[in-house]
């Protein structure tokens, strides 16, 4: 067997082979890959694998070479390759059929999703970002509400969805996007959605860490893909949303209407298909206007920071939201945004 060695994304006829191997196996190629390699018996390409960020992703042996140690050595090949790029918190998602050959190399079961199975190379990494996550002390039956959002920045869109949540709910739950790929930082999107919320009471705010709306959950959040996969991110996302909800007890789940973010209204048709089922209750909210007619959203946010009209974005945010902007800091983030060449599509 010969060792894996990389396929640069511009051969193209390697690249042909790798599509088709991953055909026969019933796979498709992500159009959005870091890296990716093959192992070769002769001119034949016999097994493949590649990563997006800290996944592994796109892996398949050859029908006829199963059994071989094919894909033990090419896994252990892309999982040195991140090592060496500094990546020491690696996720897979793999047919159930090839789950016990990952959990043979050092890969933990997160959660399942009809013939998917997501896992992470740490025993304890899900059950550690679980038990870190605050509970509060309520009654049994209690009607505990959850939000997920990126806020990008924070708007009184945000802001009427945490409001509403919260008034319906004796505890709110509200997860911060961690994947920092965002137009506004990580940090700044925290502090922002903190400061926006300060005055709930009953509102828990918690990173969601790698476990949601994430490069390894639903990359499609962030990079434009097809409608079918991206719907397979969703899915696999609101599964594991719903492990989550399990752990806390959550009993509702609240998000608004998408209008303008293809990938979101995905993200919001998957968890109407898939909480029911897990025994929780999905509230989708009308969007907040300002105007009667346009929805207030992060992109027209940015879009008028790009433009240089700040005091337009007044109406859109609240005030620690707006004074962030009006200050130091705020400003040297809209003078990168207006360097952009073009507009952040995530929400």
């Known amino acids: ?21 991953l055909g026969r196996e019933g796979l498709g190629l992500d159009s959005h890959l870091d890296y990716t390699a093959g192992i070769y018996e002769g001119e034949e390409l016999v097994a493949t694998g590649s990563f997006y960020r800290n996944t592994l992703r796109c892996l398949a042996v050859d029908g006829s070479r199963q059994g071989e140690g094919l894909m033990a050595a090419m896994v252990t090949h892309l999982v040195n390759e991140l090592f060496a790029r500094g990546e020491r918190e690696l996720f897979v998602y793999t047919k159930r059929k090839a789950a016990q050959n990952f959990a043979s190399l050092g890969f933990y079961e997160i959660a399942r999703l009809d013939e998917v199975v997501f896992l ?52 709110l739950h509200l997860f911060m996007v961690s994947e920092d790929v965002s137009d506004f930082p990580r940090a700044v999107r925290e502090r922002l959605i903190r400061a926006g919320v300060a005055d709930l009471k009953n509102v828990y705010p918690h990173p969601t860490g790698p476990y949601l709306v994430s490069s390894a959950t639903f990359p ?40 303008l973010s293809p990938a979101t209204a995905l993200y919001n048709r998957a968890m109407g298909e898939l909480l029911p089922r897990e025994g929780l209750r999905l509230h989708v909210l009308s969007r907040r206007s300002d105007d009667g007619i346009n929805p207030i959203s992060a992109s027209r946010v940015r879009a008028l920071l790009r433009q240089g009209r700040v005091p337009e974005v007044r109406p859109l945010v609240p005030d620690s939201t707006y004074e962030f902007l009006t200050g130091d800091e705020g400003r040297e983030l809209i003078k990168g945004l207006q360097a952009q060449t073009g507009p952040g599509e995530h929400p």
């Open 1 to 21: 067997m010969t060792e894996p060695i990389r396929i640069p994304a511009w051969n193209r006829a390697a690249m042909a082979q790798v599509r088709e191997l």
């Open 220 to 259: 499609s959040y962030f990079i434009r893909e097809d409608e079918e996969l991206t719907l397979a991110h969703a899915k696999l996302d609101a599964k594991v949303f719903s492990a989550i909800a399990s752990a806390l007890s959550i009993t509702d789940r609240y998000v608004g209407e998408e209008p």
């Open 120 to 171: 992470e190379n740490r025993r304890d990494g899900f059950s550690s970002y679980l038990a870190s996550l605050d509970r509060p002390s309520l009654r049994p039956g209690a009607k505990i509400g959850a939000i997920v959002m990126n806020a990008n920045p924070f708007t009184l869109g945000h802001r009427y969805l945490a409001e509403r949540a919260a008034a319906e709910c004796e505890a």
